[in-house]
């Protein structure tokens, strides 16, 4: 059954727009250069994001939401503790980003 990855963040104030738009593009990107050991495929099945625009003002200051589909459990595992891209992605924002946020869940378990 499917996993959706909820990331959630906010960027340090004083990090310029061009910085923090070419951090999304980088974590978009993962969605490509994300690839099973096993397979030598893509397995982030879904990956998609942008700047907040809700009007609730529940925010909490995060700014940037973001969600990737994974297929398995052992997928999700390997993204977050072996996958050199995403390991590479995650230290090239440690110096931009303020707070982060993650959320995961599988559709319908309760």
């Known amino acids: 059954m499917a996993i959706y990855h909820i990331v959630l963040f906010k960027f340090k104030d004083l990090v310029p727009t061009d910085e923090?738009?070419?951090?999304?593009?980088?974590?978009l990107a993962l969605s490509t250069e994300c690839i099973h050991p096993t397979s030598q495929k893509n397995y982030v099945r879904f990956l998609g994001g942008?700047?907040?625009?809700?009007p609730e003002g529940l925010q909490n200051g995060l700014t940037h939401a973001f969600i990737a589909q994974f297929e398995t459990e052992e997928d999700r595992k390997y993204y977050l503790e072996e996958d050199p891209a995403h390991k590479e992605f995650v230290a090239s924002i440690k110096d931009i980003v303020e707070k982060v946020q993650v959320v995961d869940f599988t559709p319908d378990v309760f």
Request: charged fraction near 40%; glycine fraction near 8%; hydrophobic fraction near 25%.
């Open 50 to 54: 942008g700047k907040d625009n809700s």
């Open 20 to 27: 923090d738009k070419a951090a999304c593009s980088r974590m």
